[in-house]
């Protein structure tokens, strides 16, 4: 779990997941007036919630995800939660790796 939300917290802002021929393109939002040109993180979890990739990014950055896990091993079939977190603030969205036959 990533905390409780509250309508201060929500946001428009959403990361962007397109797919790609390297795997995916993960573009970075902007999460407010107050944190343009600060770096956040961008990361991929597993559903256990284990780290399995991450990023130093710029708001408008877009980093291009080749499946792999930080160790450069192949990321198994199944659900991952994409995160964002600058400045104190945080966006997540869920990404759904399927094997391709």
Excluded: H, K, N
Aim: charged share 25%; aromatic share 8%.
């Amino acid at each position: 779990m990533w905390g409780v939300r509250t309508e201060e917290d929500q946001t428009e802002a959403e990361i962007g997941l397109e797919r790609s021929e390297a795997g995916w393109t993960l573009a970075v939002p902007e999460l407010g007036v107050t944190s343009r040109g600060e770096a956040g993180t961008l990361s991929v979890y597993d559903l256990a919630g284990r780290l399995v990739r991450s990023w130093e990014v710029q708001p408008g950055d877009a980093v291009e995800w080749d499946g792999a896990t930080g160790s450069g091993v192949e990321a198994a079939p199944g659900c991952y939660f994409v995160r964002y977190e600058q400045c104190g603030r945080a966006v997540t969205r869920r990404l759904v790796v399927i094997e391709e036959q």
